[in-house]
Each structure stands twice: as structure tokens, then as C-alpha cells.
């Protein structure tokens, strides 16, 4: 794959993630400002994922018919849009609308990018290039946190604002430096109206051999929102924690996520295969949430936080890598396929999290262990099939 387009894309994941891990660490503690909790932060979270859910297939398929650089451009101009209308909000149902426009718009980033990786890097390759876009998402959410920590200090509204100027410069890179990566030969010459909304396409592919990597696409990003969701509640409750803590923590979770995505992952896919990968971090995934409720102190959080970010960030390059080597259909379709599959876990997980932190902050550690554990058990009986 060109070097120089790599880095942009590399840029562009890290601006959209970078967003993300401020609004991480600051909306927790911005909506209880506003008069919310755990509840309202879990269907805050989860709007992001349902509106991602909706329009990343689409998003996947506009792509195939326009291209990958115009669909990437739209989705880092809805995350900036969606960063300056959360600096601007003084009521939570502002907090509501600005995350729905954020996760129509930038569902467009990943889908884009993943098809942009699958069109330039061969079978070979791509787990290991997918996996350095993984560890740009990673390096987003290093530095999202230590900026939302830091600025969250002057306002919580600052980190924000600082985020949508950064979304604007990027936007430019991608447009002056970014070149396309889908001929004009093999776009889609139009899109079907069925095709709009994926939900029957993502129904119907339950019934298929594809249907455990796309659950394993699900589980991670379930895990990871679960998570997340709950952290900052979790450790204010049993640590104190502020966002200044919060937001480094997060930083070495997010250093743990790039060193594995962006280091690890390629390597040892090629030694032992997606499928091992896959299973190892299923069984990683559901010891690190047991793990991170032993933590006693902020030392023992970095720890735990740290192992459970390494094995669930191994989890979706690898996934996503067997469903673009398997799926018979366009790489813009399947990767906005997956993303869908993503999307729900970051409904489902946020606003499982954002209830039972309500009821009992370990809850949702508990629920996230057996979940993991579940699929690792099922990953046995499911991981050998072919395609679709």
C-alpha cells in the first residue's frame, strides 16, 4: 500500500478517534453538570452506535458508486460539525441531537477506510495494514483523553471546540494529498433503493457461514463500549477519579491499543492465523473485565485496563481481515456490513453499561466477562467455516 496515503488515512482515523477519547473522558462528567448520570451517558453513547448502525452499510455502498476519498471527506466534516455542537451545548437533549448528526456523518470514516485498505493491500498484507489503521484509532485515543483532561480544566466545552478545528485541518490533508483508490472501472454504476437501509441484509446474514465473524465484530466493539461507558463512573465511585485521571488512563489504554493494532497484530496474525488470534483474544477479553474489578489502586487500573485493551484490540483487525478475505461481495459492502455489525455493539453496549452502572457499578464487568466468554466457547464450533 502507498506509504503516503497510509499516512493520511493513518491522520484521518487518528483525528476521528481523537474526538472520541474526548468525548470519553469529558462527557461523563459533562452531563453530570448538566443533571444526568450513568443512564444518560449509556444512551448518549448508544445513539452514536444506532445511527452508525443504520448508515455505515450505506456509507460502505456510497463509497463503491463515488469513491473512497469523497465518502472519508463527509465523514470527517459530520465528526467536526458534531465536536463544535457539543462545545456549544447547555442542555443534554443538545448533547442528543449533536450525537445523531456525528453518527450519520462520520459512520462514513471507517467503512471508507477499511474499503480504501482493501483496495490497495493484497490477502497478505491486509491484516497487518488494517491493523495499523486499527493502531491510528488507538493513537486518537491516547491523545483524546490527555487534551480532554487537560482542557477540561478551563471548560468542559474547550475540548471540543479544540477537536472541530483539528477535524477541519484534516479535512484538507485528505482532500489536497488523498488519492482515490477505487478505479472508475469497478464503481458501482448506481444503488439500489433497497439497498439504503442494510437491516434485512444484516438480518439475513445471521444465516450465514460469515455470521460468527460478524458476532466477533459485534463483541468487540461491544467490549470495548462497555467498557468505556462504565469507566469513568466506575472508577470515580470506587477511586475517586477525576477527569484528569480518567483522561490517562484512557492514554495508556490507548497506547496498549496502538502497540497492539499497530505492532503485534500483523506479525502474529501471519504466525498463527486470524482464527487463533481471534480466540485468544475472546479468552483474553472476558479475564481482563474479571481483572480490572481486583484493581485496588491506580496502579493495579493501569495494569488491568492495559491487559484488557491489549486483547480486544488484537480482536477486530483480525475479524475484520477473515470477513474481507471470505465476504463474496464488494470490499465497500462488506466492510459497511461489519461496521453495522460494529454499530450494534456500540448501542447494545453502552446502554447495557449506562443502566446497570446505575444499579451496581461491577455489573457491567460481570456482564462483559460472561459475554467474552460465551463467544470464545462458541468460536470452536463456529470459526472453521469457509464463506459465504
Not at 480504501?116 to 491493523?131: C, F, L, P, Q
Request: one cysteine or more.
Amino acid at each position: 500500500m502507498n506509504k503516503k496515503n497510509l499516512i493520511i488515512l493513518f491522520i484521518s482515523i487518528v483525528i476521528a478517534m481523537l474526538g472520541f477519547g474526548i468525548a470519553l473522558t469529558v462527557l461523563p462528567f459533562f452531563i453530570e453538570e448538566l443533571g444526568g448520570g450513568g443512564t444518560e451517558f449509556g444512551v448518549l453513547m448508544a445513539l452514536f452506535g444506532l445511527m452508525q448502525f443504520l448508515f455505515a452499510p450505506v456509507w460502505g455502498k456510497v463509497s463503491d458508486k463515488h469513491g473512497r476519498k469523497t465518502t472519508l471527506i463527509i465523514g470527517i466534516i459530520g465528526l467536526g460539525s458534531a465536536m463544535l455542537f457539543f462545545g456549544l451545548a447547555r442542555e443534554i437533549w443538545m448533547l442528543y441531537a449533536a450525537q445523531i448528526a456525528s453518527g450519520i456523518l462520520s459512520s462514513a470514516v471507517f467503512p471508507s477506510a477499511m474499503a480504501y485498505v482493501s483496495d490497495s493491500s493484497d490477502e497478505k498484507g491486509r491484516s497487518g495494514a488494517m491493523g495499523k489503521i486499527g493502531s491510528a484509532a488507538g493513537l486518537g485515543v491516547i491523545i483524546g483523553p490527555g487534551i480532554g483532561g487537560m482542557m477540561a480544566g478551563i471548560s468542559y466545552a474547550t475540548p471540543f471546540l479544540a477537536a472541530a478545528g483539528l477535524c477541519l485541518i484534516t479535512c484538507l490533508i485528505v482532500f489536497f494529498g488523498l488519492s482515490e483508490s477505487l478505479p472508475a472501472e469497478k464503481k458501482v454504476s448506481n444503488i439500489e433503493i433497497s439497498d439504503i437501509m442494510e437491516i434485512k441484509g444484516v438480518w439475513q446474514s445471521v444465516s450465514t457461514p460469515l455470521a460468527f465473524f460478524l458476532f466477533a465484530a459485534f463483541i468487540a466493539n461491544f467490549g470495548n463500549s462497555t467498557f468505556t461507558s462504565a469507566y469513568a463512573f466506575y472508577s470515580s465511585a470506587r477511586f475517586n477519579f477525576g477527569a484528569e485521571e480518567v483522561g490517562t488512563i484512557l492514554m495508556v489504554a490507548g497506547l496498549f491499543y496502538a502497540i497492539a493494532q499497530g505492532v503485534l497484530v500483523g506479525p502474529l496474525t501471519k504466525k498463527i492465523g486470524e482464527i487463533r488470534v481471534i480466540k485468544l483474544s475472546l479468552l483474553g477479553g472476558s479475564v481482563g473485565f474479571i481483572l480490572m474489578l481486583l484493581a485496588f489502586n491506580f496502579v493495579t487500573m493501569l495494569i488491568t485496563v492495559g491487559f484488557f485493551v491489549l486483547c480486544n484490540a488484537l480482536l477486530k483487525p483480525a475479524t475484520l481481515a477473515v470477513i474481507s478475505k471470505r465476504a463474496n461481495t464488494s470490499q465497500g459492502s462488506a466492510m459497511g456490513l461489519a461496521e453495522s455489525y460494529m454499530s450494534l455493539g456500540r448501542i447494545i453496549g453502552p446502554l447495557s453499561a449506562g443502566y446497570f452502572i446505575d444499579v451496581n457499578i461491577l455489573y457491567p464487568y460481570f456482564g462483559g466477562a460472561f459475554i467474552f466468554m460465551f463467544m470464545f466457547v462458541i468460536s470452536f464450533m463456529k470459526s472453521g467455516e469457509q464463506s459465504v
